[in-house]
């Protein structure tokens, strides 16, 4: 004989977490972030049925450390990706989703050499060619060692789009409905955080 129970007999099973699947766009993002959902998972072909990355966000509702581990592990991943499966990316999402919730970690050191060529560059003795085989390094001394807190909002999704989706400054411009010159400037600035950091 089976036996069966009512429902307010039952002890509810207990729940770690919380999770959602949606296509990406920049609102529903910003929705279930605000709600303390992290993303694990952002798919790298587009969704026949509505052209969008589709994406999995989680809520730890025990903490387990696992989350954690997945976030990490997801961040790199998205990052090395940026220029290639996520290069059409919005570069403003790409850099929300890249920097927020990111630990600061203790940051890579530069060697004089790099550091008197970005110096240089600050101060327009040496233009942009002179520093691009340094753009790795300093991308992730921003979004891999955690440092990004040190830039506004502007610079972040300027020197992602640049450094890490490699989009030019006149792609970059079209896509924040501004110009390159503008682009550039804001580039500048971004590096020269760097430079100063490395002079104090």
Known sequence: MIKTFKLTQLEPEPVNYLSVAFGLTPKLYQFWNKNLFKMVHLKQNLSQETC?????????????????????????????????????????????????????????????????????????????????????????????DGQCCQLNAVQKVVLLGIAVQKKTFAELAKELQNDADQCQAIFAKAIAVLDKAGRS
């Open 52 to 144: 969008e990355h589709s994406c999995v966000m989680v809520q730890e509702l025990k903490d387990c450390g696992i989350l954690n581990e997945f976030r990490v592990d997801f961040q790199k991943r998205f990052y090395n990706l940026l220029d290639i499966s996520f290069k059409e990316l919005e570069a403003q999402l790409a850099s929300r989703i890249l920097t927020e919730q990111l630990e600061e970690k203790r940051p890579r050191q530069f060697s004089p050499i790099q550091m008197k060529r970005i110096h240089a560059y600050c101060k327009r003795t040496l233009d942009y060619h002179s520093v691009m085989d340094l753009m790795k390094e300093i991308a992730e001394y921003f979004f891999i």
